[in-house]
């Protein structure tokens, strides 16, 4: 297995971004990491990593690419929480900076590598804010999208009119959500309201509670880390990729 640091074109400039995928020259199905906050790092790396392991070609987009090529900025430590605070004033404005549009925008030219170096439909898995920037994209490419995984993931229920959740119409993925029950960004009243309207929408999906697991749980190089919890999100992932894009495509029979 081998993993790069490469370049994708996209619209608005160069987003680097770190893939991996088994080294034998085969084409094999494709899945579309969604970072969190803190940005590409080794931690993410690893993750992605363990994933293209199982027979994936796996790609992690910097998603700040516009702000500069990752790390836009340096990982705070995480054990203080005014250097945390700082450090997320100072990533806000580009995560607020990641309107649908854009989002659709960049989603597109990482698909369009993803199906050129590997086997679509492609499936999304995203942490924190990246279920968020992965639900954007499935709801702009119902055709290219097959699976969203979102772990750990706030905000797809807001006030706003375009608040994540009123799209659930527009997803043609199926969905599973692995929410921490200690996580103010996606309160229990959230997550019923979202699983309305997927229900309206006849979305199909498996929407479970990390009972024990904060914000943030699947990543190792955090306080909130949880082992367990992280295990969990790596059975459950597997399993959605195995039912929606490992298969080989089935073939009709002759008459």
Known sequence: MSGQMIDVKTKDGVANAYLSRPDDGERYPAVLFVMDAFGLRPQIERMVDRIAARGFVVLAPNLFYRAGRAPVGAMPDMRDPAARTRFMEAIRPLMQGLTPELLASDGGAYLDLLEEVGRGPVAITGYCMGGRVGWRIAAAFPDRVAALGCFHTGGLVTEDEDSPHRSAG?????????????????TLEQIATLGRALDDARVRY??????????????????????AAAERHFRELFALLDRTIAAPPTTASAP
């Open 170 to 186: 527009k997803l043609a993925a199926e969905l599973y959500l692995g929410s921490a029950d200690n996580d103010q960004s996606m």
């Open 206 to 227: 498996r929407s479970e509670l990390y009972t024990g697991a904060a914000h943030g749980y699947t990543m190792a190089d955090t306080p909130v880390y949880n082992e």
